[in-house]
Structures are given as C-alpha cells and as structure tokens.
C-alpha cells in the first residue's frame, strides 16, 4: 500500500492509519481510534463528575449513531465498575415507520449486550402521538412539540426506572450547535441544559452528557467501525431549519480551522457557568419541576389540544 495514502498509526506505530483527526494531527488505525474514543469518554465523565461507581445509570436509546455509540461505550466504561448497572431507556413518540424501525434496532443492540430496556410513549404521557400532534394545526414546528415532550418522558423514564443518572448521547457538535443557536436566538445559555455534568431540575433524576467532547464524525465512524445497524428512514417532520444552519456554519468552520467546534462548546461552558440558575419551582398543572409557572410541556400539549 502506498504509505502516503495509509502511514502508519501515530500511537501504536504499527497498524496502518484508518482515520485522521484534523484538529490533533493523529492519523489512528481502528483499534486506537476506538480506544482513545472510549478513553476521551472517561475522562470527560471525570472531569464533570458524571458517574459514581454504584450508580444505575438509564441511557437514552433512540436506535440512531450516537445513544448506540453511547450505550456501547458506557458499557465498557461500566464493565470495570461491577456495582454499576445499566438500563437503557426509550421514548416512542408514534412516529410510524421512522420511530418503529429505530426501535427494533435499539432492541436488538441492548439484547445483544444484555442491557435491560424500557420505552415509555408519548401516547402513554400526553395522551396523544407524535403523528397525531404534527396532523394539527400549530404555531411551532414538530421538532419544537417532540423535543420538549422527549425531554420530560427521559426525565419520567429515568425516574420509573429508579435510576441516578441519566445519559443522553449529545456529542459535540450538537454541544456547539446549541451554543450557536442560543446567541443567534438572543437567549443566554441555561446552564442546567448546558452543562455536560448536569445541575438537575428539582426532582429531576441528574442528566449528563458523556459524549459532549466527542465529535459527531467520531461517533459515525465508531458506528461504522461496530458495525451498527443504521437507520434507512429519516424523520418525516426533520428539518430544524435553524439547527441545520447552525451545523452547516460550524462544519465549514471545522474544515477550514480544526478545533472550531471545540472552541464553541468550550465558550458555551464558560458562559452557562455564568448564567444564574433559576430556583426550581413546580408546575401547576402536572406538577413537573419547573423553572417557574406553568411548564413548558403543560402549554405545549394544552396549546396542541385547541
Ligand atoms: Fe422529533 Fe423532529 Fe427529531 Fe423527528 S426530527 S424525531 S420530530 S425532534
Ligand atoms: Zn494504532
């Protein structure tokens, strides 16, 4: 093989180098890649304080690259901490076709590594599909309905499941593209979002985010390296216009000086450490922690009923 086109593995020195890393300059053959990824993931569940040796931690499974990157990376993390316990947690939002495939593939990886699974729906929660909130008329988009609504039914699944921890498979560049979007909204960043080591809302069971420091071309080539099933069906209601903006600017900013999105997420750390934290309350109508008055799932939902 011509040696300029596959040099030799900067950290072992002798397997040939199958992905480069522009921002570090190491060119990895397979086996390191994966294991300086596995090893970025412990140190940033260090340094935030994300995992104790006896937590049960519910990871958030959707089926897509980074939960199962997620899920397989923790299990590994988990394997040299034998009082830990892993329960992988799924939220069917009645999507038909997109959500059911996602789901069988969920299935199948958390059978394969032997981790218990429990989905919760939407139907269950707010009495309604994600299908059935998108076929409505609505003043937000279907993205802005799902994500908070995914966000509460992680929170109520995490708590049902009797967990410590939930993990959820945010990777950098859903990081940077948050902080991007936050500035380009004119909104400050909330740190209890933010934050990779999680504050937690009121009784919340304490979010954290392992793969915040990974990038998202790393997860899709761990995904590859794995051999993880990939999702054929895309989101029918996809396409948060803004988000993608965001993803699209920060791309081409990586391209042309690595270590840009690192940058980003590292300035969004800074400034929700910043941010003031705002006194949990509880919401009225349901009673969910909230950061005050009616919660944003109680309006969503009674707004989606009109
Ligand atoms: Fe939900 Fe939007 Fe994602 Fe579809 S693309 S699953 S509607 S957040
Ligand atoms: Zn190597």
């Not at 569940?45 to 990157?69: P, Q, Y």
């Not at 899709?220 to 996809?238: D, K, M, N």
Request: with cysteine.
């Amino acid at each position: 093989m011509n040696p300029s086109l596959a040099p030799v593995c900067t950290r072992c020195k002798s397997a040939d180098s199958v992905y480069h890393r522009p921002y570090s300059g190491e060119r990895l053959c397979g086996r390191c890649f994966s294991e300086t990824l596995v090893e970025r993931v412990k140190r940033t569940i260090n340094r935030f304080n994300m995992l104790e040796h006896d937590n049960r931690v519910a990871v958030g499974v959707s089926g897509g690259k980074d939960s199962l990157t997620l899920l397989t990376v923790l299990h590994e993390v988990e394997a040299e901490w034998p009082n830990s316990e892993l329960v992988a947690v799924c939220v069917d939002e009645g999507i038909r076709g997109y959500r059911d495939e996602a789901l069988g593939i969920a299935e199948r990886s958390c059978r394969e590594l032997g981790v218990e699974m429990r989905v919760v729906g939407f139907r269950d929660l707010f009495g309604e599909t994600m299908d059935e909130i998108a076929s409505r008329d609505r003043e937000l988009g279907a993205c802005s309905y799902c994500g908070v609504l995914r966000r509460r039914a992680l929170n109520e699944a995490a708590r049902a499941v009797g967990a410590d921890r939930l993990a959820t498979g945010h990777n950098l560049d859903d990081m940077a593209q948050t902080v991007m979007l936050n500035l380009l909204r004119g909104d400050t960043i909330r740190a209890e979002g933010f934050e990779p080591g999680g504050r937690g809302l009121g009784s919340y069971v304490k979010r954290v985010k392992p793969l915040c420091e990974v990038p998202e071309r790393e997860t899709t080539f761990y995904a590859y390296l794995r051999g993880f099933e990939l999702q054929s069906v895309r989101c029918p209601y996809a396409g948060e216009a803004m988000r993608g903006d965001a993803r699209r600017f920060l791309n081409q900013m990586e391209y042309r000086r690595p270590g840009t999105k690192f940058i980003v997420y590292q300035t969004g750390l800074k400034l929700a450490s910043k941010g003031e934290v705002e006194v949990a309350g509880l919401c009225p109508l349901c009673g969910s922690p909230t950061s005050g008055g009616v919660c944003r799932v109680c309006e969503l939902v009674g707004r989606a009923k009109i």
